[in-house]
């Protein structure tokens, strides 16, 4: 079972959109980071969202952490052909009483000039 | 200055080898991981080491051996390799272990099986 759900799961648009994505779960997250993973590279954290309802920015993009800690989402303004990648949400958990990062499936995303 | 590295970058082998895949980071980080990431791109944690000792050990079948000879490396083992171990497998370190620290990917060593 996936923990966490990430939407959509590929998208494609051209420069200069928005676009929002999301990762959604049922269980209530101490925290939950963003990554970007590109080509031939591991994945490159971009934030940490830790308290309920907080919103960070990073130059263009958006990220929100849900009131009830349970979601998050990704909001990209005016797309650029370097946002590529695929973007990754990660969540710590606590299983058999050890912390562990638990990962959506990504969302693929292709920003063509 | 590379902060996770790995070696190698690309494996390719035959069912039934043997391989090691290396692991370092200069972080001076205290905890390593072992990740496995398949080919719909879905990362699963195999092992975490936290001051060499193993703290995570996933259900991962007992041909994967992670050894790690000091904290700033974590090396991956693998016995009769199989078709379904191709992969893209990555290493990691994070500062500590436990809830919000960040973790540093290395580039991954894309391993196929054949």
């Known amino acids: 079972t996936q923990l966490l759900e990430q939407s959509p799961q590929f998208l494609s648009i051209q420069e200069g959109e928005n676009l929002t994505v999301y990762c959604n779960s049922s269980s209530v997250f101490s925290s939950l980071q963003w990554y970007r993973q590109e080509p031939g590279e591991g994945p490159v954290l971009l934030v940490t969202v830790v308290t309920g309802g907080e919103v960070k920015k990073l130059k263009r993009l958006t990220f929100q952490f849900g009131d009830a800690r349970k979601d998050s989402s990704l909001h990209i303004t005016a797309a650029q052909p370097g946002d590529t990648g695929l973007y990754l949400c990660?969540?710590?958990?606590?299983?058999?009483?050890?912390?562990?990062?638990?990962w959506g499936a990504g969302t693929k995303l292709i920003i063509k000039p | 200055d590379t902060a996770v590295s790995q070696t190698p970058k690309y494996l390719v082998t035959q069912m039934g080898n043997d391989k090691s895949i290396k692991c370092e980071q200069n972080?001076?980080?205290?905890?390593m991981y072992w990740y496995k990431q398949d080919s719909k791109k879905f990362l699963k944690i195999m092992f975490s080491?936290?001051?060499?000792?193993?703290?995570i050990n996933e259900t991962v079948p007992n041909r994967f051996s992670p050894k790690s000879p000091d904290k700033a490396h974590l090396n991956l083992h693998i016995n009769s390799l199989e078709l379904g171990d191709s992969a893209v497998y990555f290493c990691a370190s994070s500062q500590g272990w436990g809830d919000s620290y960040e973790q540093y990917f290395g580039p991954g060593t894309r391993l196929t099986v054949t």
């Open positions: 080491y936290n001051n060499k000792e193993l703290i």
């Open positions: 990660a969540a710590d958990v606590i299983m058999d009483s050890n912390y562990q990062l638990i």
């Open positions: 972080l001076g980080h205290d905890t």
